[in-house]
């Protein structure tokens, strides 16, 4: 790459300062508007059955298509989008009866079909959620889809990360990122509570060393490649060597030491608040923020400061995920032991919503500068308003995709049998979210290498607007097919 057109590329993505909270909530809020809409058409026309390619490409249009066009063509205008969305869901439940409805049945899977639909088998203790499946899926979309747009002038700067205080699009992205890995994470630890089985600490910690190992691998393959292809890259984000991977590949070992506190202290969100405040309580008391923010880079620690120091918020972060998790992941809420699957989604519901509101109050007290401390939010310190940011938009994202799976699809969660359950459960996932869901990291990873090649390729801040949509649109078809044909070959690729 040459050197005035890689600087090009390196200012084009540097010293920004963001956008407003409420614009990344309305922004974001398309994820949910298109499953609301997808999931309208399943309930009520069971569109996405029997439909074939159709099926695939409206699929497609909704859940990758609505995220593409908010980033980029509705940028300014985000609730436009957002009520083109919701119009025709809420229409259609208000025109479509229930009476209309076609019957759902489902073709059984293989593993069904040597199953009878006996309700007095036992139902797993911790099922698979839809909404938990849309709401993954839906991250996955959202950061594939930026990594390249963001290289594009149709795509907002205030959209871009800042570089070092403010919130944007992609700064939550990055933080979503990590919260989502904790929010399924933490089902190993809950399995360990349900059976009063413990896996010793060296076990667990090798099981957790063996899963940062690929990682740690794509760290150096990512690091090498950039350095040999002299790749644009934003030192700021991570320091001179460090990359995102790298944070991913610590995180197991140090939530494996972490969860030595937890029989003193049983609840990961607590954790993740403590872990946050000693950390602040570093930047503001001592020299740490000045160090991380302006100290020269002579050696290996300062060259990578940011990437260093920030793993604390992103260590938090994933423990604030884990503590979402608690609630979303077991089939039964203790206060709600024994009681109906209506009963028990109802306590699901009101748990999110009271968790969700809990990360809204805290981020109003640590950021207001009249009634709160004043703070300010910063991606690059990964500070403690930051990890509360992350850890409020998350859970009400997920209360959101809950809501959505309660209203339209009841019967995935009061389904009396295995087999029942396996098929609202599939009727009630859309396929492309559900694809990107399956095979996450490894998406992640074939999107940064396709951001490279189109890089590596073409002038991207040189594109019009119609062409820089054409190639985002090209590049989220192809991504969105690999993922499908991996999911449709069953291919699971664990990184």
């Not at 403010?166 to 979503?176: A, N």
């Not at 972490?258 to 602040?280: D, G």
């Not at 709160?372 to 409020?392: E, H, K, M, T």
């Amino acid at each position: 790459m040459a050197e005035s057109y890689k600087a090009k590329k390196e200012d084009f993505v540097s010293n920004l300062s963001g956008g407003d909270i409420w614009e990344i909530d309305v922004v974001t809020l398309v994820a949910p508007a298109a499953v609301l809409l997808w999931s309208s058409l399943q309930a009520r026309r069971n569109i996405f059955v029997g439909h074939g390619y159709v099926a695939l490409a409206v699929d497609i249009l909704l859940n990758v298509g609505g995220i593409l066009s908010v980033m980029t063509i509705y940028s300014d205008q985000p609730i436009v989008l957002n009520l083109l969305l919701i119009s025709p869901a809420v229409m259609l439940f208000m025109l479509s009866h229930a009476s209309q409805q076609r019957e759902y049945k489902p073709p059984k899977t293989r593993k069904e079909a040597t199953n009878h639909d006996d309700e007095d088998q036992n139902l797993s203790d911790f099922p698979i959620r839809p909404f938990i499946t849309s709401y993954r899926g839906a991250m996955m979309v959202v950061t594939c889809l930026a990594i390249l747009a963001v290289d594009f002038r149709i795509f907002p700067r205030r959209f871009a990360k800042v570089e070092t205080w403010g919130t944007s699009l992609m700064d939550i992205g990055v933080g979503s990122f990590v919260f989502s890995a904790g929010t399924v994470g933490v089902r190993s630890s809950l399995r360990e509570q349900a059976t009063a089985r413990k896996t010793g600490m060296p076990s667990r910690l090798g099981q957790a060393l063996r899963h940062s190992g690929p990682l740690l691998v794509l760290g150096f393959i990512r690091l090498y490649s950039v350095k040999g292809l002299e790749y644009a890259e934003h030192v700021t984000e991570y320091g001179v060597h460090w990359n995102f991977f790298f944070t991913l590949a610590l995180l197991p070992p140090f939530v494996v030491v972490s969860q030595l506190l937890f029989s003193l202290v049983p609840s990961y969100s607590v954790l993740a608040i403590l872990l946050s405040v000693a950390y602040e309580a570093a930047l503001e008391l001592t020299n740490l923020k000045a160090y991380i923010l302006a100290a020269p880079r002579k050696d290996l620690l300062s060259q990578n400061r940011e990437g260093i120091f920030s793993f604390c918020g992103y260590l938090a972060i994933y423990l604030a995920g884990q503590g979402c998790g608690q609630y979303v992941l077991p089939r039964q809420q203790i206060s709600y032991r024994q009681s109906s699957p209506y009963e028990q989604r109802k306590g699901l519901v009101i748990s999110l919503g009271y968790l969700a509101l809990i990360w809204r109050i805290l981020l109003f007290i640590t950021t207001s500068y009249t009634y709160g401390f004043g703070l300010q939010i910063s991606r690059r310190l990964a500070n403690l308003p930051y990890v509360i940011w992350v850890s409020s938009f998350n859970c009400s994202q997920i209360l959101l995709f809950c809501l959505i799976e309660t209203f339209c699809f009841p019967a995935t969660f009061a389904a009396k049998s295995p087999a029942t359950e396996s098929r609202e459960t599939r009727r009630a996932t859309s396929k492309v979210l559900h694809a990107f869901n399956k095979n996450g990291l490894a998406v992640f990873l074939i999107a940064n290498l396709l951001t490279g090649l189109v890089n590596m390729t073409i002038d991207t801040i040189a594109q019009t607007h119609i062409s820089s949509i054409a190639i985002l649109s090209g590049y989220a078809l192809v991504l969105s097919m690999v993922t499908l044909l991996l999911d449709h070959y069953n291919v699971s690729i664990k990184l």
